[in-house]
T-cell receptor
Framework: EPEVTQTPSHQVTQMGQEVILRCVPI?????FYWYRQILGQKVEFLVSFYNNEISEKSEIFDDQFSVERPDGSNFTLKIRSTKLEDSAMYFCASSPTGVGDGYTFGSGTRLTVV | KQEVTQIPAALSVPEGENLVLNCSFTDSAIYNLQWFRQDPGKGLTSLLLIQSSQREQTSGRLNASLDKSSGRSTLYIAASQPGDSATYLCAYKPANTGNQFYFGTGTSLTVIP
């Protein structure tokens, strides 16, 4: 079964550093997403991406965050200057088309900011 | 404001028991609802997707129902097994807020051998 692949599985970074989380969505999917889950809390939407641009973003997705599809297979989330409160599990997901579809999630990247 | 409530927050049952997990959400107009399984420290595995036009979906020992008018979904697990132990998350996509899912906090299930 096709999978969404995320790397790395765990990243530790110093506060103020930039991190890039990587995802390879399912190859024939057109919509890509990032969600996060702070320990013990709900999974929260960050951003959706379609046709090489952001289609929706939440209030969490402020200027320190950016997304990019640098080539035909990768989808990245960059956090420019990490804060302690950015520590969370970050999930990438993809769907074939838009609102009528469910998502396939990756296994997540656990980001720890120290 | 979109809210998803899952009851109970935790459930412990002996192996072989049938069980029901409940999910309620605040919108009656939705695109779809998806149930996920999450193992500790792991990703989200999709279990069932129910479209707005559907009343239920089945996969193996799992059956999910959807009642939009009351804003409820249930996940029924038949003949539970220790391998079913995980957190079960309900997520729905309201019809008027774009293409994002709203998640509940989950039900943590433990199946005792």
């Amino acid at each position: 079964e096709p999978e969404v692949t995320q790397t790395p599985s765990h990243q530790v970074t110093q506060m103020g550093q930039e991190v890039i989380l990587r995802c390879v969505p399912i190859s024939n999917h057109l919509y890509f997403y990032w969600y996060r889950q702070i320990l013990g809390q709900k999974v929260e939407f960050l951003v959706s991406f379609y046709n090489n641009e952001i289609s929706e973003k939440s209030e969490i997705f402020d200027d320190q965050f950016s997304v990019e599809r640098p080539d035909g297979s990768n989808f990245t989330l960059k956090i420019r200057s990490t804060k302690l409160e950015d520590s969370a599990m970050y999930f990438c997901a993809s769907s074939p088309t838009g609102v009528g579809d469910g998502y396939t999630f990756g296994s997540g990247t656990r980001l720890t900011v120290v | 404001k979109q809210e998803v409530t899952q009851i109970p927050a935790a459930l412990s049952v002996p192996e072989g028991e049938n069980l029901v997990l409940n999910c309620s959400f605040t919108d009656s107009a939705i695109y779809n609802l998806q149930w996920f399984r999450q193992d500790p420290g792991k990703g989200l595995t999709s279990l069932l997707l129910i479209q707005s036009s559907q009343r239920e979906q089945t996969s193996g020992r799992l059956n999910a129902s959807l009642d939009k008018s009351s804003g409820r979904s249930t996940l029924y697990i038949a003949a539970s097994q220790p391998g079913d132990s995980a957190t079960y998350l309900c997520a729905y996509k309201p019809a008027n807020t774009g293409n994002q899912f709203y998640f509940g906090t989950g039900t943590s299930l433990t199946v005792i051998p």
